[in-house]
């Protein structure tokens, strides 16, 4: 009876979180490199306070890009204080989405640029809750064996397929 039990739990409970966690890319591994990134041209909203709310940030400028009528690329998320060491609410980041050449953002959109540069590059195919955790944690495990850690900012960029049910690739970019 009680090995009966086990495997309806099984069947019922942990197969189905393992299916999830595997289609939204938890077994994926990271890849890191050095790379040359940018130029990057983005409107954007400055966001403070805990990163954990920078999807309601982003919502907002999705909504103002619309109203604007801008062709908006990948999601783009400038971080610019470590979690670690800057307290929950005084945390600062920009966050918006890359934009062509000759858009021109109106208020209250801001408009950032970013220059090419060499950075270390941490690359992931998942979904947007469960990759920036697997990019940092590999990314700072890569630092950690070279005696160093991760410095800010950092740029995010993911780039998310229009269909719900596939998966996008999030990239971390920390310069060298």
Do not use: C
């Not at 709310?53 to 907002?60: G, V």
């Not at 070279?146 to 920390?174: A, C, F, K, N």
Request: aromatic share 8%.
């Amino acid at each position: 009876m009680l090995k009966k039990n086990w495997l309806i739990i099984l069947l019922a409970f942990v197969l189905p979180l393992i299916a999830v966690f595997a289609w939204w890319g938890g077994f994926n591994s990271v890849e890191i490199s050095e790379a040359e990134r940018g130029p990057y041209r983005f409107a954007y909203l400055e966001h403070t306070g805990d990163y954990a709310r920078l999807p309601e940030t982003q919502a907002r400028v999705r909504a103002l890009m619309a109203q604007q009528n801008l062709a908006r690329g990948a999601a783009i998320t400038v971080l610019l204080d470590d979690p670690r060491t800057v307290p929950k609410n005084q945390l600062r980041a920009r966050t918006g989405y890359l934009i062509a050449p000759s858009a021109q953002p109106a208020t209250p959109l801001r408009l950032g640029e970013i220059p090419t540069r060499r950075v270390l590059v941490a690359r992931v195919r998942a979904a947007a809750l469960l990759a920036p955790s697997k990019a940092y944690q590999a990314l700072h495990d890569h630092l950690a064996a070279q005696h160093t850690d991760i410095r800010m900012p950092t740029v995010e960029i993911y780039d998310s397929p229009p269909e719900v049910y596939r998966i996008g690739e999030l990239s971390v970019e920390m310069e060298r």
